[in-house]
């Protein structure tokens, strides 16, 4: 469930105590009731955040419906008809399974009395049908939508005299303006647009602007064609790992491999006392309904909140880690206008092997999307083999689980984060960086070039907020391999002394006033390990770049290369 995703294992009591009388406790049927209202948040299929979503997809598709041209081509190309089966055929499985939820909550309260069980029982039940009815309501909008002609036999009754009398007007305006044409027509070339686009054509233009923003403004696209060619993505065939998936392929993005990574950077440095620890990862997918079979990407991670639990015998995700999915789903999907979803989620089994346990399968059951729930898949991790095993589970065709049984093959979390760095490398657009060095006078051959990163530029703005006297940073990143000069890529600026992404590459100084030998001073101890120093001068908020040659700062100021940091956080600003 999503407030409390919650595996908890049962340790069994060591001493047997002796039975003791007890009176019971006798709870209120309204504190139930309150319970159970707050139990239903936590489901995704009857949270009312989750129906909204549901919601605002029908009103979606009904937009879509009445501003395409076509209708049977967007029934077509959405699958309606497949999509409002599928809703219906969920509303009346949990219709069925009314019952049930509601005593499998009420056996929380066993050994207790409450008060008025069977009001409490069937007003629990009225509280889910409720809600059951609200869905209902929804999809019938979209049913009535869908069978609805593209032209009311009302509509096109119009008076005929309103007919006549607009006839009349049109006929008066065209020869108003023929009158108007001829009286001017020596000018007729400078009114003209320069385009030489006739007047049908730019009214066609612009009839064929408003619908689409009426459309794809709102509607969001199931579409991974921007990951297929994308060397930024690892792509895995999931009859690689096993023979029976109802996911055909993955792909993972470099950065989201690197998050993952990193998530467990501390659990490697603290290996005595690991803890289980976990994230969900968004992502698009792709349905194939030929063969009915799913493409699914794996792209950005959301961390837990801080009412997260993870213990040796307790794996609980918390309540606040709900708010953060839906608020970078919301940014996603309006960003891009395509339809990010919850694709992935990952724990780990620090010293206990890779397995997905039956505690797991719950949370995997309580996750899955209402409509598509073959798409989600699970990443498990054992953090303390010497590789970090992977394995990857996916819903088979038939809906049930892949198990540790039906693995084929493990992956290693370590090959896998060695491919994701060296792939963001390769990836490198200069484009997307800035050169400190372009406007330097000369350039050294030991470095021609400091590519600054957006995360680069805006680590050393906060660094610079703190207002210390002296600060010394690491600056790291990688030697940028595909050009014939060396030129150097800073990705991060940081206190830390390690990095799991990059190495070492430069160092970040702070001071009220630029001084060679403060810089020289205070890089003294890393000098034979770095290529270059990033000075910021407090007083006149400039930014100077110095090539390090022969294990030396560069003295003549020729080449070093200036910029005001305020002009480079406006450059992350445009570049986001």
């Not at 009754?157 to 027509?185: E, P, S, Y």
């Not at 898949?377 to 095993?389: M, N, S």
Request: hydrophobic share 40%; charged share 30%; glycine share 4%.
């Amino acid at each position: 469930m999503w407030l409390g995703l919650s595996a908890q294992k049962v340790v069994k009591p060591k001493h047997r105590w002796k039975t003791v009388k007890r009176e019971k406790v006798v709870v209120d049927m309204d504190r139930v009731l309150s319970d159970f209202n707050t139990y239903l948040d936590s489901i995704p299929f009857y949270s009312a955040s989750y129906m909204k979503d549901e919601q605002d997809q029908v009103k979606v598709h009904i937009t879509g419906l009445q501003n395409w041209k076509d209708r049977n081509a967007y029934i077509n190309k959405q699958n309606l008809k497949g999509f409002v089966k599928a809703y219906e055929d969920s509303l009346l499985k949990y219709d069925k399974n009314t019952f049930s939820l509601v005593t499998l909550f009420l056996k929380r309260y066993e050994g207790m009395d409450i008060a008025n069980e069977e009001t409490c029982l069937d007003s629990a039940q009225a509280m889910v049908k409720k809600r059951l009815a609200a869905k209902e309501s929804a999809i019938e909008l979209l049913k009535d939508e869908i069978v609805k002609k593209p032209a009311e036999e009302n509509d096109l009754k119009i008076d005929k005299k309103i007919i006549a009398i607009c006839a009349g007007g049109v006929l008066l305006i065209l020869l108003l303006t023929l009158w108007f044409w001829r009286a001017n027509r020596r000018y007729k070339k400078s009114i003209q647009p320069k385009s030489g686009n006739n007047l049908p054509a730019v009214a066609d233009a612009s009839a064929a602007i408003v619908v689409r923003r009426k459309t794809t403004s709102i509607l969001r696209k199931q579409n991974l064609d921007d990951v297929i060619d994308n060397d930024a993505y690892l792509k895995i065939d999931c009859d690689d790992f096993c023979d029976d998936s109802a996911v055909r392929r993955m792909y993972i993005k470099n950065t989201c491999i690197k998050d993952i990574y990193n998530l467990y950077a501390e659990d490697l440095r603290n290996a005595d006392n690991p803890k289980e620890d976990g994230c969900m990862v968004l992502g698009r997918w792709v349905h194939d309904t030929e063969l009915d079979e799913y493409y699914v990407s794996l792209e950005h991670i959301v961390l837990p909140g801080d009412d997260a639990v993870f213990s040796e015998y307790e794996l609980n995700f918390g309540g606040k880690i709900k708010l953060k999915v839906a608020d970078k789903l919301r940014k996603l999907r309006k960003e891009t206008n395509l339809q990010y979803d919850l694709t992935c989620w990952v724990h780990s089994h620090p010293g206990l092997g890779v397995f997905f346990s039956n505690s797991d399968c719950n949370v995997q059951m309580q996750l899955k999307h209402p409509t598509h729930p073959n798409f989600l898949t699970a990443i498990v991790v054992d953090i303390l083999t010497p590789e970090q095993e992977l394995g990857i589970f996916t819903f088979k065709r038939d809906a049930t689980l892949n198990s540790k049984n039906d693995l084929k093959k493990m992956y290693s979390l370590e090959e896998l984060h060695k491919w994701a760095i060296e792939s963001d490398r390769n990836s490198f657009k200069a484009e997307d960086y800035f050169n400190m060095m372009a406007d330097a006078k000369s350039h050294t051959k030991e470095c021609e070039g400091i590519e600054l990163s957006n995360g680069a530029i805006i680590d050393m703005s906060m660094l610079t907020s703190e207002q210390n006297e002296e600060l010394l940073c690491m600056v790291y990143g990688f030697v940028n391999k595909q050009i014939q000069k060396v030129e150097y890529v800073a990705m991060s600026v940081s206190k830390n002394d390690k990095s799991t992404d990059n190495e070492l590459v430069g160092c970040f100084v702070t001071a009220t006033h630029f001084s060679i030998p403060t810089v020289r001073k205070a890089v003294a101890a890393y000098v034979d390990r770095i290529k270059f120093v990033l000075v910021y001068s407090a007083i006149d908020g400039l930014l100077t770049s110095i090539p390090v040659v022969n294990q030396a700062l560069c003295t003549d100021e020729n080449y070093y290369g200036e910029q005001k940091l305020e002009n480079l956080k406006i450059w992350t600003r445009r570049k986001r």
